[in-house]
């Protein structure tokens, strides 16, 4: 047990720090779009669909990692394989998909940005699309997870 409530308190330490550093986005994130509107105030209206998608993406991101934490608490107490770790699973799966369509928004509002401007969006959407990769792996993973906790929780109501 020792081994398992270690790995889940350094699981917990890294979503805390993930959060922090969302947290410190979300701080300076407005007086980075004001510098920019400054040194650019040709495209300075594209900068209201840019902080609609980062704030969407900070606050989905967010209620993520608080359920992952509330997950890894179920874990230590030995409730993995409850209706709540499998309430905390369909939460982070709506989450990842709240990622995707906003990742997926972002790149549009590039793409329009760079019509209008003449740049290349290519670096930027490449790695948007990195993000949406790993956003889906997420998501596959949590879907493999909840498929043993339904046939677990499914058997144990057959049982009574």
Not at 104 to 119: C, P, R, W
Not at 130 to 138: A, D, R
Request: charged letters at 15%; a positive charge.
């Amino acid at each position: 047990m020792n081994v398992n409530r270690g790995s889940t308190t350094f699981l917990k330490v890294i979503i805390f720090l993930a959060g922090i550093a969302v947290l410190a986005l979300c701080i300076w994130l407005p007086e980075i779009a004001v510098r920019d509107a400054r040194v650019h105030p040709v495209t300075a209206y594209f900068l209201i669909p840019f902080l609609v998608c980062a704030y969407g993406f900070c606050i989905a991101f967010s209620v993520a990692l608080y359920q992952a934490y509330k997950l890894l608490t179920y874990i230590e107490k030995n409730n993995a394989f409850s209706e709540l770790s499998l309430k905390s699973l369909k939460v982070i799966k709506k989450c990842t998909f709240a990622v995707i369509f906003l990742i997926v928004l972002g790149i549009v509002s590039l793409m329009v940005l760079a019509k209008v401007t003449g740049d290349d969006a290519a670096g930027p959407i490449s790695l948007s699309l990195i993000g949406i990769l790993v956003t889906s792996t997420v998501a596959a993973f949590v879907s493999v997870l909840q498929k043993p906790i339904k046939n677990f929780l499914e058997k144990n109501e057959t049982k009574m």
